[in-house]
């Protein structure tokens, strides 16, 4: 029951609060870990193309710049990149899924990075994969591995998590238009009026705002404007 609760608040707060990535990501990081242990949790996001990746979330003084430089150096080799950029899988992955415990640790990934942050385990949750990147949380502890029930706990959780982030990445692509509408509607401006200010008739302004209700994922004016608050 616990886990449950833990899950729906989980979702809630991201359905309601989520707005951009930053806000996305705090969310994610401070809440999954009700659901599965984790020492630290970051929203990673890798640019696959440069071999690069932006980390939200991580602990004051957690990495620095040798630490991320050494990371870099086996992004293309690294087991969950590899699995979820360029394998195809779609599910929660731990580290001992795609090799040996034994064997990652005699690997240079291990011990160049992982074993200088003090990290045995990880286990990363793909919520997007597309236009050359690879957004996944990211669950990180030592001595013991994540379980199977952890496991299958954040797959049930992917889909929604993808769902969100997905409204959020596209909110960020309203062109000019569609932004300045949508101001206008927060401001509690009617169409004619708002066609009026930008010069545009009120057909038009119904247009944009179809376009922006499609691309936040919103039924009606009231939820658009809740959104861009």
């Not at 950029?85 to 001992?96: H, K």
């Not at 003090?118 to 690879?134: E, K, N, S």
Request: with cysteine.
């Amino acid at each position: 029951m616990r886990t449950l609760r833990a899950a729906l608040d989980l979702l809630g707060a991201m359905s309601e609060s989520a707005l951009d990535k930053a806000s996305f990501a705090r969310l994610g990081v401070e809440r999954l870990p009700a659901l599965v242990a984790s020492e630290f949790t970051t929203l990673s996001i890798c640019h696959l193309a440069s071999g690069r990746r932006e980390v939200f979330g991580l602990p004051a003084g957690a990495l620095n710049a040798e630490d991320r430089a050494a990371f870099d150096r086996y992004f293309h080799e690294h087991p969950l990149v590899r699995y979820h950029a360029y394998q195809g899988g779609r599910s929660a992955q731990r580290i001992s899924d795609s090799l040996p415990l034994e064997k990652f640790r005699r690997s240079a990934l291990y011990n160049d990075y992982y074993r200088r942050i003090r990290i045995d385990h990880a286990m990363a949750l793909p919520i997007y994969v597309r236009d050359g990147l690879l957004v996944s949380f990211v669950l990180n502890r030592t001595r013991r591995d994540f379980t199977d029930r952890e496991r299958a706990l954040l797959d049930l959780l992917r889909p929604h998590l993808a769902r969100v982030y997905q409204k959020i990445s596209t909110a960020g692509r309203l062109t000019a238009r569609e932004a300045e509408v949508l101001r206008w509607v927060a401001a509690g401006k009617s169409d004619a009026q708002i066609g009026a200010i930008l010069r545009i008739s009120a057909r038009t302004v119904q247009k944009h705002l179809q376009n922006v209700y499609d691309k936040l994922g919103v039924e009606n004016r009231s939820a658009s404007a809740n959104r861009l608050r």
